[in-house]
T-cell receptor, first 115, second 113 residues
Framework: DQQVKQNSPSLSVQEGRISILNCDYT??????FLWYKKYPAEGPTFLIS?????DKNEDGRFTVFLNKSAKHLSLHIVPSQPGDSAVYFC??????????????FGKGTSLLVTP | DGGITQSPKYLFRKEGQNVTLSCEQN?????MYWYRQDPGQGLRLIYY???????QKGDIAEGYSVSREKKESFPLTVTSAQKNPTAFYLC????????????FGPGTRLTVL
């Protein structure tokens, strides 16, 4: 049963505009959320994270928003650049779970930033 | 340079053969993880280890085995009992036995012929 859902398999955005990637989760025990960027045949690279005690975290062009009541988070990329084109995975973990601190991943959203 | 290495990058095996995927990290991390990625899917947890000589099954452990004899090494064996072993395998680690960022290796693409 998918506990982390990314309902948009793909997104296309023009260079310079905002990219918004969405993620929903079902497990209320999740208390730490991460976004990873991945290219084909490579390992994911960490982008940004947020703890459940916060509702926003910003790092340069990347901002993650967390709405705990809606069990929803989003990643904003402003401005979008062609180099941002990749698959973005949302992940979540729980401090107290029966899977250690393993990450639960969504299926990913493929972002294409066009010039 | 600190990091996680996985070898080989591409691996082919015949049906019915066991194969071992290597994962080594020099980050001095306690916890290590194995994930599997299939096309159009997220990463799914196979096994994890929070400390040397201890490991636990993840969501899809059937047909796989691991060992953790050294802190820096966490090899994964794909056995002949794994029904659909063709996939992209990713190893990860994190520094604390706590929630947080995980660092990933480059992955191994296993193809069963």
């Amino acid at each position: 049963d998918q506990q982390v859902k990314q309902n948009s398999p793909s997104l296309s955005v023009q260079e310079g505009r905002i990219s918004i990637l969405n993620c929903d989760y079902t497990n209320s025990m999740f208390d730490y959320f991460l976004w990873y960027k991945k290219y084909p045949a490579e390992g994911p690279t960490f982008l940004i994270s947020i703890s459940s005690i916060k509702d926003k975290n910003e790092d340069g062009r990347f901002t993650v928003f967390l709405n705990k009541s809606a069990k929803h988070l989003s990643l904003h990329i402003v401005p979008s650049q062609p180099g941002d084109s990749a698959v973005y995975f949302c992940a979540a973990s729980a401090k107290y779970s029966n899977s250690g601190y393993a990450l639960n991943f969504g299926k990913g959203t493929s972002l294409l930033v066009t010039p | 340079d600190g990091g996680i290495t996985q070898s080989p990058k591409y691996l082919f095996r015949k049906e019915g053969q066991n194969v071992t995927l290597s994962c080594e990290q020099n980050l001095n991390h306690d916890a290590m993880y194995w994930y599997r990625q299939d096309p159009g899917q997220g990463l799914r947890l196979i096994y994890y280890s929070q400390i040397v000589n201890d490991f636990q099954k993840g969501d899809i452990a059937e047909g796989y085995s691991v060992s953790r004899e050294k802190k820096e090494s966490f090899p994964l064996t794909v056995t002949s009992a794994q029904k659909n072993p063709t996939a992209f395998y990713l190893c990860a680690s994190n520094p604390d036995r706590d929630v947080g960022e995980q660092f990933f290796g480059p992955g191994t693409r296993l193809t069963v012929l």
